[in-house]
Every structure is written in structure tokens, then in C-alpha cells.
């Protein structure tokens, strides 16, 4: 039996009474209450933006974004997403809400082509319905698949190996779709390796499942996670372990702000490949993280992981010269600030 995992619902959590309501301009973050999302929101706040967040809370957690409109619904539900479009008058949407996981996406692909693709279409024909034209959506260097060079950039083959890197390509596909058909204006951003938290320990990652290596190490470093396993110390990087590009996540935030703003100036639909365009090995993540913790680790060294290539390291020149992009945080600081929120676990 195909399992869609859950029902969409709808509900008008914190709204603003609807009487004589006159429509204003202002951002809507779906997925806003999600890792990179809830981030996001923060910042387009702390810019002056008024944002609304439409968001299933399958994954995400509405203690993340407390002083924000909430409208719980599905992007399976278009019911649900005609009804919140109708409320406000958005200059753009930002579009986070997908399932994130390249293994679930291998077992159970109906739920990733549900949610990732026909969510993701549902989205954007109730934004055409409405009249909004500005999209910056989630991506991910899984487009990619096994890269033929390094680093990678925009131009390098697409060949996504999961269903969830399929789902990716298919979205940043029909975007180039609408843009040519509808005039939608959408910037595709592909995340390499999203880490980090709040420099002031407020807000960060809290999948759950947790499968991620810095999240799920600094776990191991507080008790939460009885041990630590390395998946694979035998791949022809220099110490046999995988090597990966970590982007902070208020980094990869200014980025987005950077694409709101290019779309507005510019009105023409880009992608980008955002990392620092340095590397590091799963081993270098450990000693760092055991320096920062101030704690020893219990490592047990697996077998790879199926899918996982040996180095993913992004070029970030495009990003650079177009939007003006500046990543600002290290490996260090990306680890301290995770430590600082993991330290902090200040809702589950
Ligand atoms: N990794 C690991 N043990 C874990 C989780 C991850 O050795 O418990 C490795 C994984 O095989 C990969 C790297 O850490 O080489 C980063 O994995 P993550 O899942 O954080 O991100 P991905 O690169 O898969 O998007």
C-alpha cells in the first residue's frame, strides 16, 4: 500500500481578523517553519518584510517562527492553498517545503513525486492563479548526481541519482516551463551541505529523523546519540572519508535575500549552485566537533552509504558575481553555533 505519511490539513493557526481586510504586499515562506525556512523568516523579519508562512508541520515546528502568521495546510491541498493565496497580496514566495531524505526518497518514491512534485505544481498554479510572479525555490547539488568534476558548477551535467534529486530537477524544469508559458520569474538555489544555527543558539536543524553528520555528531558529543558510525573510511579522498562543502545557514539565507532582491531588479529567472567552494572530510567534522564539545567520541566505522559520492564541493562563482553573494562563516563557526543550539535543545 502506498503511504502518502500524512493527510493535509487546514487550519488558520495565528491570523489576522479577515473583516474588511485590505490585501498587503508582503512575502509568503512555505516550509517556513522547517530548518533553512524558519531561518529565513527570521531574517526577511529582521529586514522589515511582513511574512506568512503556510506549512504542514509534518516536519517543521511552529515554536520556530512564534511571532509569525501561520496558516497550517498541505501544498497537497490546493483547496487549502486557493483559500490562504486569496488572503494577502505576495510579491513573492519562497518555496521550502519539500521532503528531504535520499533514502526515504529510494523506498517510498510515491511519497517524494506526491509531495516534492505535485505539491510543488500545486503551488505554482495557485500563485499563477493569483496573479504572483516571483518564486525562489529549495534546490540541491542532488541534481547533479556523481559529478564528472569538481567543484561543480551550473553548467555541469544534471543526473540526479535519488527519486528526491529527480524531484529537484523536475520542479527547476517546470519553472523554466512556466516562466516561458506564464512570465513566473523563479530563482533556483541548489544547496550543497545546509549546517549550522543561529550564531545566538535560538534557532536551528531538528529533523526527525535526524541524518545528518554535524547535527547527529554534536548529538553523540551531548548523550543523546549513544554512538557515532562513519559510513565508509575507504574512498580515495586523502583520509577515506568523504569530503563535502558546509554552508552555513544564515549564509545560505542571505542568499535568498540576495535573489528577492535580483529578481526585483532584474525579472529574469537564474539558478545557482551555492557553496564555499572548500571542502571537508567526515573525519575533519569529528576532530572539529570533539575540539569544540570538549568531548572524546565513540566511532564505529561502517560500510559507505549507497548513493554517497566520494567528494561534493560547489562553485560558488556564479552566486559571487551575480548576486553579490559573500559567505561569511567557517567549518568552526558552522559547528559552534550547531554545538550552541544542540547545547541549548530548547524544544523538540
Ligand atoms: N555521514 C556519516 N555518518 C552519519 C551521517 C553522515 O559518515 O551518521 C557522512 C555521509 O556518508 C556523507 C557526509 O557524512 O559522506 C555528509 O552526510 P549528510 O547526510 O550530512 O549530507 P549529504 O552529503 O548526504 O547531503
Known amino acids: 500500500m502506498i503511504s502518502l505519511g500524512f493527510f493535509p490539513v487546514r487550519k488558520i493557526l495565528f491570523n489576522r481578523s479577515r473583516c474588511n481586510m485590505q490585501p498587503q504586499k508582503s512575502v509568503c515562506v512555505v516550509g517556513g517553519a522547517g530548518y533553512i525556512g524558519s531561518h529565513m523568516v527570521t531574517l526577511l523579519k529582521s529586514k522589515g518584510y511582513t511574512v506568512v508562512v503556510f506549512d504542514d508541520l509534518s516536519n517543521g515546528h511552529a515554536e520556530a ?54 505539491g510543488s505544481i500545486n503551488l505554482l498554479d495557485c500563485m499563477i492563479a493569483r496573479g504572483i510572479k516571483k518564486i525562489i525555490f529549495s534546490s540541491t547539488a542532488a541534481i ?3 559529478p ?33 508559458a506564464y512570465g513566473l520569474k523563479s530563482i533556483s538555489l541548489r544547496y550543497f551541505n545546509a549546517a549550522g544555527a543561529a550564531p545566538d543558539g535560538m534557532l536551528g536543524e531538528r529533523h526527525n529523523p535526524e541524518t545528518h553528520l554535524i547535527p547527529l555528531v554534536l548529538q553523540h558529543a551531548s548523550n543523546r ?22 554552508i552555513h545557514v544564515a549564509d545560505l539565507c542571505d542568499a535568498h535575500l540576495l535573489a528577492l532582491k535580483f ?41 559507505r552509504r549507497p548513493g554517497d559520492p566520494s567528494v561534493l564541493i560547489a562553485d560558488g562563482t556564479k552566486a559571487r558575481k ?23 535543545f530548547p524544544w523538540q
Open 225 to 246: 546519540q549513544e554512538s557515532f558510525s562513519i559510513f565508509g573510511d575507504d574512498y580515495s579522498t586523502p583520509d577515506g572519508t568523504c569530503i563535502r562543502d558546509y
Open 148 to 180: 564528472l568534476r569538481s567543484p561543480i558548477d551550473e553548467d555541469h551535467p544534471k543526473s540526479p541519482l535519488s527519486p528526491y534529486g529527480k524531484t529537484k530537477l523536475f520542479v527547476e524544469e517546470t519553472l523554466k516551463d512556466y516562466d516561458t
Open 144 to 146: 547533479f548526481g556523481s
Open 322 to 344: 551575480i548576486l553579490g553573494w559573500d559567505p561569511k562563516w567557517g567549518i568552526e563557526e558552522i559547528i559552534a553555533h550547531a554545538w550552541g543550539w544542540e547545547k541549548k
Open 65 to 118: 517562527i512564534k511571532d509569525v502568521e501561520l496558516f497550517q495546510g498541505s501544498i497537497l491541498d490546493r483547496e487549502a492553498l486557493t483559500e490562504f493565496f486569496s488572503q494577502y497580496d505576495f510579491e513573492c514566495v519562497f518555496h521550502f517545503a519539500s521532503l528531504i531524505q535520499v533514502g526515504e526518497s529510494v523506498s517510498n518514491p510515491s511519497l517524494y513525486y506526491q509531495n516534492n512534485v505535485v
Open 263 to 303: 529578481l526585483e531588479v532584474n525579472n529574469r529567472s537564474e539558478a545557482f549552485n551555492l557553496g564555499t567552494g572548500v571542502g571537508h572530510s567526515v573525519a575533519e567534522i569529528i576532530d572539529i566537533a570533539q575540539t569544540i564539545s570538549e568531548k572524546s567520541f565513540d566511532i564505529t566505522v561502517l560500510s
